[in-house]
């Protein structure tokens, strides 16, 4: 289907958005999203984020128009925080809350009375909705910097549902979540009463949506239902387009092929003509002008040909045009192979900074998963292995090149190229080489030249995992935070694969649980935090912990 068919919440018309670099985010998209609850799906790059952000607000289009019927909360895929704010005015109770207080104190003041207006019982409500994605209401009396990622993600949800909007927008909600965690946004989504408007890579997600847009070459196609009939619809178009292409091919080569023949054909007429007339004995001007018809009736001959293979070409043409050609990134890793028995990682009495005690002894190619609630400490030990973070106590002795994913994308330079970020990480390997490897990150050409704050969620990931694996020495350990964050479903394929072939040893923090059976993890490990949550003086402020 093209369109949704209840009445639009969003509706655009001509909508573009280029960057300063000149690259077209978006270009010329009509869209129209029907009340109710609605997924975005599309390769990275193809503008998703982007179009969120223009239909929040955030964002203006540089053409085109967009109307939203109602009021829009949105949530980004990276919140901008302030790590020094307090959660309650992060969630917009804090005025309220404060002047409650000072009026249950003893105050009398007109303008605590109208700050407060007819919330007193806003305290009840956010702690509701705090209950509701399962944070405790104590979270209200700290700041952003004490939280993890995963807990920030749910203070911004219980943000938006504090507030109430008529529609809902949300981008890839799910990263840095946990299991519990996802469980409880499934419900909020499950329960929500107004429209919603989600772009992501969970398929449990989106299987709960009423239809799913599918943001390809510049257009938005619907499809009814949730993720499991959009992969069914979407598999029985792409195997009635192979088949059309198929036969398509078929037809090209039988009229190329008959072309070759009359073009023989025609050939085997001159000779014959040729002959005839040295036997005939007309004169030039009657040789003339049948030579003149000959030519004349060949080439309405060839030119009948010609129609023929050229309408075999475009019916090609237009049946590979409904043939999805998904980019994947293709990942060599050379010289990554750890062998059997190798100690990569020991600790040694290690206590993080939260108080956590950790035992970790890997080796060899061991696939080893970090798993834990949200604040358990999972991004603390990944950050201590790395050597960024110190320890309360104890060591953590890596013996091997090692790499780090980190869960922000923020390794690289976003005022310099992909290629310039990549080179300084390999500064030996020859420019050419450097190029056609990001050739296999996606970055071809031009691409390689984009600036790194330019790019998509999505794209920023293969820039920063290109950026990790092709340098130089290349990892036999990698330390994986959330990989699977902000990948396209054909990425995430891809990605499977390459870890699949890879030889060295790998340290996964991760709560996509289909992810770590994908990739077939060796035993996993669960990273707990003390009773009552994460340290309070901040034990992952500026870490973004899962």
Known sequence: MSSTSSPAVVAASGLTVTWPDGTAALRDLDLLVGRGRSGLVGVNGAGKSTLLRV???????????????????????????????????????????????????????????????????????????????????????RRLGQLSGGEVVQLGLARLLIARPDLLVLDE?????????????????????????????????????????????????????????????????????RQAAT???????????????????????????????????????????KRNQAERSAAKYRQVHDDRVEDARRRLDEAES?????????????GTEVPRGRVVLETRDLVLRNEVRVDLHVSGPDRVALVGRNGAGKTTLLHTVAGRVAPASGSASVRVPLGLLPQ??????????VYANVKDRAPAADANAVRARLARFLFRGAAADRAVGTLSGGERFRATLA??????PAPQLLLLDEPTNNL???????????????????????????????????????????????????????????
Do not use: C
């Open 408 to 417: 922000r994308l923020d390794e690289l330079d976003p005022a310099r190229t």
């Open 247 to 289: 036969a398509a091919r078929s037809a090209l080569r039988r009229e190329r092929t008959d072309r070759v023949e009359a073009e023989q054909l025609l050939a085997g007429r001159r000779r014959q003509a040729g002959k005839a007339e040295l036997t005939t004995g007309l004169g030039k001007a009657a040789i003339h002008a």
């Open 55 to 141: 239909v929040a607000g955030e964002l203006a289009p540089s053409s085109g128009h967009v109307r939203v019927s109602g009021t829009v909360g949105y949530l980004p895929q990276d919140l901008a925080l302030d790590v020094d704010q307090p959660v309650e005015d992060f969630l917009g109770v804090g005025a309220v809350r404060r002047a409650i207080a000072a009026v249950e104190s003893g105050r009398v003041d007109e303008h605590l009375l109208d700050v407060i207006g007819d919330d007193w019982d806003v305290e009840d409500r956010a702690a509701a909705e705090l209950a509701r994605i399962g944070l405790p209401a104590g979270v209200l009396d």
């Open 488 to 546: 396209d479903l054909a990425s995430y394929d891809a990605l499977v694969g390459a870890l699949a072939s890879y030889r060295g040893a790998l340290l996964v923090a991760s709560h996509d649980a289909r992810f770590l059976e994908d990739i077939a993890v060796d035993r996993v490990v669960e990273v707990g935090a003390p009773e009552g949550g994460p340290d309070p003086q901040g034990d992952d402020e500026g870490l973004g912990q899962t």
């Open 322 to 334: 409904r043939l999805r050609e998904d980019r994947e990134i293709r990942i060599d890793l050379p």
């Open 467 to 472: 950026a990790l694996l092709l340098a130089d």
């Open 173 to 241: 909600p799910t990263n840095n979540l946990d299991a519990a965690a996802r469980h409880r946004l499934h419900a909020v989504v499950e329960g929500w009463s107004r429209s919603l408007l989600v772009v992501s890579h969970d398929r449990e997600l989106l299987e709960r949506m009423d239809r799913i847009g599918d943001l390809r070459d510049g257009a938005v196609r619907w499809y009814g239902g949730g993720w499991g009939s959009y992969a069914e619809q979407v598999d029985a178009e792409q195997q009635a387009a």
